[in-house]
């Protein structure tokens, strides 16, 4: 399914994230010790792990909603240090949630449009009114959203209320108001989760797709094995907060602390 | 219609014809990212132009098929219009096809260019490519996907065009010439059949009859270049190649291609077609989803819709008929107008529908009547591929719920001995491609082509088609006996499922009986009837009580007509199991395999005629999981009453 790396149309290129040395704990607990990862630009890039491994803490972590007590974060060759989601947003970095956060009493089209607030430059009271330069603004945000409306292919439901949406759909549409960020970084928070086969196939594609066509570097969190190693480039694996494997699907799925950690092992 | 199309013999002349004279009057819609896009008679020239002379530049020539696959989409339309004005023949495939039912046509036609949607049609090609070596190029329309595509025999359309472009510079006057070259009597098009019935054959159309009877059609219904349409249905079935090109082409009507297979509904509802076609099975999609909405509105609209629901079936056939009506109920017509008939037909996207037909199978009445009691003019068409469609259509004013009316102009109709319809009409095919033999078979030397349907001409001339001719058997007193149109009465009911008639050599008609579970479990809820699971319900009197008086409704249908009088349904029995596809009693498109039934519950059909009261069964049943286990149960056999012929009835 994955093309081959000779065949893509964005080469891998330099690393785009570095994940150095970072520990988080809440209280006693220790949600991450000690990680260190980086991701490079145009790949799909995994973590991994069983459940309570870190790998939403992780996340969280490089989406800024916390703040790890050591270590750093670099982005473009910048350390950021302390940046609040919406600053880690502006600066290309967009996401999509494990359990959703859509606005379930609002169309398709406005869930996916809101995903383009932080371009919009007009003030408020203009865009209300929907006049003058916000009008012109509006079309133009439209035009990105219609397009990825095309792309994830939910024309039927622009003007269906999310929350009447079947899962699997309601997910894609997540994945449409991240990508309306025109991110240069997507996370994907187990975006396979809850789904049924053709779901997952589906969302699979999508996210080649997206890592093809606009040469988005993907960030995904599964524990879903199978699905990661199809369309994984590189493969981090967590366990108990620490790293335990990093590599490529093939070195990953050979690795015996990894094998342990997912099959147990007999003490 | 005023416009002179004398002397413009083919589609590609028709083209030019319109682009000359309405150049600007939209020709095709299709809706992208959102918005309706157009493309005006002109523009669809110059697209058809450049095509054509991409197609030349990579050596399509005269007598060369070009395979089309794709939903409706402008492309797909100009590739048509191109590949003939070269003198060439467009074979329009079913998108929907498997890789492998695709390799024959192209193979029989020893296709040599392909032109395609996107990149699952590409793929679908390439995987058949080593049993197709003849396909030298694939076309795309939609490039997504197929950047890392590396085959040789690949090409974008953008590419094709551009090619076609550069050609045209070089020698402005070919086309023209090509153009000229074309005559009426050229094939246009060939469809293929599918395969159910053996092999797939391809029907070969000429310009000539396409044209002739899409202008019979249209001549008819006064269409013209203000009437829009909806082509959401596959391009490779004859009737959609007729109502999206070949009756746009002889009137100038616009045609509207949907964004997606999913969203027809609403694309429908944004374009406002006014000439409409769908299969029954869609009509009936579409007034399931009303009832079910009416369920959960309010009871305030509930009742307002049942008022003026039962308003219209009583009266709104005749309104729309022309027939007299009372002024208080035409008041009383115009004010449910207002209040439920005009927001549904709204809802259905049909407030502005002139004419809609459906065909192809047949539609019960009362799905018939409830579109036609709220004002939309559904009318009933006969046709096949190999007649260009337009055999027989019901005039305005003229429409019957059991017809397809009488014969369009051009048609001659006629009737073997065993009531084998015949047709004679300019529409005709010329041929099956390549297939001499099955071209005899069905076309005799006086140019009447045998349809293997069976049927007769009824009192007032309109075409009645009740069976296949080889299902058509005889009771024992020689009377007619047309076990499908039987059943097809029968399962008109919700009740009914399925229905099986016996009485081929038999001295009177007996059938099975399916119940429809849903249908029939609901109606026991409602009533308080309590059942232990299928076999239960399927054997309690009650529901025999509810059969019984679907079929007497039948009989009373049936003795109203002369033909059929007799093969009214004596006695019956309610199967205790579904037929199913699993146990071979159906075929996988869900038809009865009536001989096979009858072989396999022999015993039930001699107690039919037996005269037996109840029966023992015990079956054996195949679970899905492939476990077999079996059923036994005590089914009773119980008569229906029959009445006398209408005919005779008057006559007493």
Same mark, same amino acid.
């Given at each position: 399914?994955?093309?081959?790396?000779?065949?893509?149309?964005?080469?891998?290129?330099?690393?785009?994230?570095?994940?150095?040395?970072?520990?988080?704990?809440?209280?006693?607990?220790?949600?991450?010790?000690?990680?260190?990862?980086?991701?490079?630009?145009?790949?799909?890039?995994?973590?991994?792990? *069983?459940?309570?491994?870190?790998?939403?803490?992780?996340?969280?972590?490089?989406?800024?909603?916390?703040?790890?007590?050591?270590?750093?974060?670099?982005?473009?060759?910048?350390?950021?240090?302390?940046?609040? *989601?919406?600053?880690?947003?502006?600066?290309?970095?967009?996401?999509?949630?494990?359990?959703?956060?859509?606005?379930?009493?609002?169309?398709?089209?406005?869930?996916?449009?809101?995903?383009?607030?932080?371009?919009?430059?007009?003030?408020?009271?203009?865009?209300?009114?929907?006049?003058?330069?916000?009008?012109?603004?509006?079309?133009?945000?439209?035009?990105?959203?219609?397009?990825?409306?095309?792309?994830?292919?939910?024309?039927?439901?622009?003007?269906?209320?999310?929350?009447?949406?079947?899962?699997?759909?309601?997910?894609?549409?997540?994945?449409?108001?991240?990508?309306?960020?025109? *991110?240069?970084?997507?996370?994907?928070?187990?975006?396979?989760?809850?789904?049924?086969?053709?779901?997952?196939?589906?969302?699979?594609?999508?996210?080649?797709?997206?890592?093809?066509?606009?040469?988005?570097?993907?960030?995904?969190?599964?524990?879903?094995?199978?699905?990661?190693?199809?369309?994984?480039?590189?493969?981090?694996?967590?366990?108990?907060?620490?790293?335990?494997?990093?590599?490529? *699907?093939?070195?990953?799925?050979?690795?015996?602390?990894?094998?342990?950690?997912?099959?147990?092992?007999?003490? | 219609?005023?416009?002179?199309?004398?002397?413009?013999?083919?589609?590609?002349?028709?083209?030019?014809?319109?682009?000359?004279?309405?150049?600007?009057?939209?020709?095709?819609?299709?809706?992208?990212?959102?918005?309706?896009?157009?493309?005006?008679?002109?523009?669809?020239?110059?697209?058809?132009?450049?095509?054509?002379?991409?197609?030349?530049?990579?050596?399509? %020539?005269?007598?060369?098929?070009?395979?089309?696959? +794709?939903?409706?989409?402008?492309?797909?339309?100009?590739?048509?219009?191109?590949?003939?004005?070269?003198? +060439?023949?467009?074979?329009?495939?079913?998108?929907?096809?498997?890789?492998?039912?695709?390799?024959?046509?192209?193979?029989?036609?020893?296709?040599?260019?392909?032109?395609?949607?996107?990149?699952?049609?590409?793929?679908?090609?390439?995987?058949? !490519?080593?049993?197709?070596?003849?396909?030298?190029?694939?076309?795309?329309?939609?490039?997504?996907?197929?950047?890392?595509?590396?085959?040789?025999?690949?090409?974008?359309?953008?590419?094709?065009?551009?090619?076609?472009?550069?050609?045209?510079?070089?020698?402005?006057?070919?086309?023209?010439?090509?153009?000229?070259?074309?005559?009426?009597?050229?094939?246009?098009?060939?469809?293929?059949?599918?395969?159910?019935?053996?092999?797939?054959?391809?029907?070969?159309?000429?310009?000539?009859?396409?044209?002739?009877?899409?202008?019979?059609?249209?001549?008819?219904?006064?269409?013209?270049?203000?009437?829009?349409?909806?082509?959401?249905?596959?391009?490779?079935?004859?009737?959609?190649?007729?109502?999206?090109?070949?009756?746009?082409?002889?009137?100038?009507?616009?045609?509207?291609?949907?964004?997606?297979?999913?969203?027809?509904?609403?694309?429908?509802?944004?374009?406002?077609?006014?000439?409409?076609?769908?299969?029954?099975?869609?009509?009936?999609?579409?007034?399931?989803?009303?009832?079910?909405?009416?369920?959960?509105?309010?009871?305030?609209?509930?009742?307002?819709?049942?008022?003026?629901?039962?308003?219209?079936?009583?009266?709104?056939?005749?309104?729309?008929?022309?027939?007299?009506?009372?002024?208080?109920?035409?008041?009383?017509?115009?004010?449910?107008?207002?209040?439920?008939?005009?927001?549904?037909?709204?809802?259905?996207?049909?407030?502005?529908?002139?004419?809609?037909?459906?065909?192809?199978?047949?539609?019960?009445?009362?799905?018939?009547?409830?579109?036609?009691?709220?004002?939309?003019?559904?009318?009933?068409?006969?046709?096949?591929?190999?007649?260009?469609?337009?055999?027989?259509?019901?005039?305005?004013?003229?429409?019957?719920?059991?017809?397809?009316?009488?014969?369009? %102009?051009?048609?001659?109709?006629?009737?073997?001995?065993?009531?084998?319809?015949?047709?004679?009409?300019?529409?005709?095919? %010329?041929?099956?491609?390549?297939?001499?033999?099955?071209?005899?078979?069905? %076309?005799?030397?006086?140019?009447?082509?045998?349809?293997?349907?069976?049927?007769?001409?009824?009192?007032?001339?309109?075409?009645?088609?009740?069976?296949?001719?080889?299902?058509?058997?005889?009771?024992?007193?020689?009377?007619?006996?047309?076990?499908?149109?039987?059943?097809?009465?029968?399962?008109?009911?919700?009740?009914?499922?399925?229905?099986?008639?016996?009485?081929?050599?038999?001295?009177?008609?007996?059938?099975?009986?399916?119940?429809?579970?849903?249908?029939?479990?609901?109606?026991?809820?409602?009533?308080?009837?309590?059942?232990?699971?299928?076999?239960?319900?399927?054997?309690?009197?009650?529901?025999?009580?509810?059969?019984?008086?679907?079929?007497?409704?039948?009989?009373?249908?049936?003795?109203?007509?002369?033909?059929?009088?007799?093969?009214?349904?004596?006695?019956? !029995?309610?199967?205790?199991?579904?037929?199913?596809?699993?146990?071979?009693?159906?075929?996988?498109?869900?038809?009865?395999?009536?001989?096979?039934?009858?072989?396999?519950?022999?015993? !039930?059909?001699?107690?039919?005629?037996?005269?037996?009261?109840?029966?023992?069964?015990?079956?054996?049943?195949?679970?899905?999981?492939?476990?077999?286990?079996?059923?036994?149960?005590?089914?009773?056999?119980?008569?229906?009453?029959?009445?006398?012929?209408?005919?005779?009835?008057?006559?007493?």
């Amino acid at each position: 399914m994955a093309a081959g790396p000779e065949a893509r149309a964005h080469r891998v290129g330099e690393v785009i994230l570095a994940v150095d040395g970072v520990s988080l704990a809440f209280g006693g607990v220790k949600a991450l010790s000690e990680v260190s990862f980086d991701v490079r630009e145009h790949e799909v890039r995994a973590i991994i792990g *069983p459940n309570g491994a870190g790998k939403s803490s992780m996340l969280n972590v490089i989406n800024g909603v916390y703040h790890p007590q050591r270590g750093t974060i670099r982005y473009l060759g910048r350390e950021y240090r302390d940046m609040d *989601p919406h600053e880690v947003a502006a600066s290309g970095i967009s996401r999509t949630f494990q359990n959703l956060a859509l606005f379930k009493g609002m169309s398709v089209l406005d869930n996916i449009m809101s995903g383009r607030n932080l371009k919009m430059r007009s003030n408020i009271l203009l865009q209300a009114l929907r006049i003058g330069p916000a009008l012109r603004e509006e079309m133009e945000h439209r035009a990105v959203v219609e397009r990825i409306i095309d792309f994830l292919e939910i024309q039927a439901y622009r003007k269906t209320q999310v929350g009447r949406l079947p899962y699997g759909l309601q997910k894609r549409v997540d994945l449409a108001r991240a990508l309306a960020m025109e *991110p240069r970084i997507l996370l994907l928070d187990e975006p396979m989760a809850g789904m049924n086969m053709e779901e997952k196939q589906d969302m699979c594609r999508f996210i080649l797709d997206v890592n093809d066509q606009f040469g988005t570097t993907i960030v995904l969190i599964e524990h879903d094995m199978g699905v990661v190693m199809d369309i994984s480039d590189r493969v981090v694996v967590l366990d108990y907060g620490k790293k335990i494997g990093d590599g490529t *699907p093939d070195v990953v799925r050979a690795n015996q602390a990894v094998i342990d950690a997912y099959l147990g092992v007999s003490h | 219609m005023a416009e002179d199309l004398s002397g413009l013999d083919t589609f590609p002349k028709l083209l030019l014809h319109h682009a000359r004279v309405r150049g600007d009057r939209p020709a095709i819609r299709e809706k992208d990212l959102g918005i309706w896009q157009t493309w005006s008679w002109a523009r669809f020239a110059d697209e058809v132009r450049s095509l054509a002379g991409g197609l030349a530049a990579q050596g399509f %020539k005269r007598g060369d098929h070009l395979a089309l696959v +794709g939903d409706n989409r402008p492309r797909i339309y100009a590739a048509m219009c191109a590949a003939q004005c070269l003198g +060439g023949i467009p074979v329009p495939l079913y998108q929907d096809a498997v890789a492998a039912e695709m390799a024959f046509p192209i193979q029989n036609a020893s296709i040599t260019h392909a032109l395609v949607e996107d990149q699952e049609q590409v793929d679908k090609l390439l995987e058949i !490519l080593p049993q197709c070596p003849s396909l030298a190029h694939i076309y795309y329309d939609e490039p997504r996907g197929l950047r890392h595509y590396a085959q040789p025999q690949l090409m974008s359309c953008d590419k094709l065009l551009e090619l076609g472009a550069g050609f045209l510079k070089r020698d402005a006057a070919f086309l023209d010439a090509e153009i000229g070259k074309g005559a009426g009597s050229d094939t246009a098009a060939m469809f293929f059949t599918s395969g159910t019935t053996g092999a797939a054959k391809g029907v070969v159309l000429t310009h000539h009859s396409l044209i002739d009877r899409a202008r019979a059609a249209a001549d008819m219904e006064g269409l013209n270049d203000t009437d829009v349409v909806l082509a959401y249905l596959p391009p490779a079935w004859i009737g959609q190649n007729i109502f999206s090109y070949a009756q746009p082409f002889v009137t100038g009507y616009c045609i509207c291609c949907p964004e997606s297979a999913e969203t027809v509904m609403i694309d429908m509802r944004d374009i406002g077609p006014t000439y409409y076609f769908a299969p029954p099975r869609v009509f009936e999609a579409l007034l399931t989803q009303v009832s079910i909405r009416m369920e959960d509105a309010s009871a305030l609209k509930r009742s307002l819709y049942r008022y003026f629901m039962a308003m219209a079936r009583r009266i709104g056939g005749d309104i729309l008929d022309g027939r007299q009506v009372g002024v208080l109920d035409r008041l009383m017509y115009g004010l449910g107008n207002l209040v439920i008939y005009g927001p549904l037909r709204n809802v259905l996207g049909m407030s502005r529908v002139r004419v809609a037909y459906t065909a192809g199978e047949a539609i019960g009445p009362d799905l018939f009547r409830f579109y036609r009691s709220i004002g939309i003019n559904l009318k009933q068409l006969y046709g096949s591929t190999e007649t260009s469609v337009f055999v027989c259509v019901q005039p305005n004013g003229q429409v019957k719920a059991d017809t397809v009316g009488p014969a369009v %102009k051009g048609v001659e109709l006629s009737f073997t001995p065993e009531r084998e319809l015949l047709i004679r009409s300019p529409g005709l095919f %010329k041929e099956y491609y390549k297939n001499p033999q099955a071209t005899a078979e069905s %076309k005799d030397a006086q140019g009447w082509f045998h349809t293997g349907d069976a049927g007769y001409v009824d009192a007032d001339g309109h075409l009645k088609i009740i069976d296949r001719v080889k299902d058509v058997g005889k009771l024992a007193d020689g009377a007619l006996f047309a076990p499908k149109y039987l059943e097809n009465k029968l399962k008109f009911f919700p009740y009914i499922k399925e229905a099986v008639a016996f009485g081929h050599g038999r001295d009177r008609v007996c059938a099975f009986i399916n119940m429809d579970m849903e249908a029939v479990g609901n109606w026991a809820e409602k009533r308080g009837l309590p059942y232990a699971g299928y076999v239960d319900l399927a054997s309690r009197d009650e529901v025999y009580a509810l059969m019984r008086e679907c079929i007497e409704q039948v009989n009373l249908d049936l003795a109203a007509e002369p033909e059929l009088a007799g093969s009214q349904i004596q006695r019956f !029995l309610i199967l205790h199991k579904q037929l199913e596809a699993d146990d071979g009693e159906l075929t996988r498109t869900s038809k009865v395999r009536r001989r096979h039934v009858g072989e396999k519950y022999a015993s !039930l059909v001699d107690a039919l005629y037996g005269g037996k009261e109840v029966i023992h069964v015990e079956a054996q049943v195949r679970y899905e999981d492939g476990r077999t286990g079996s059923i036994s149960a005590d089914l009773k056999i119980r008569d229906a009453k029959i009445f006398p012929p209408a005919a005779a009835r008057k006559a007493a």
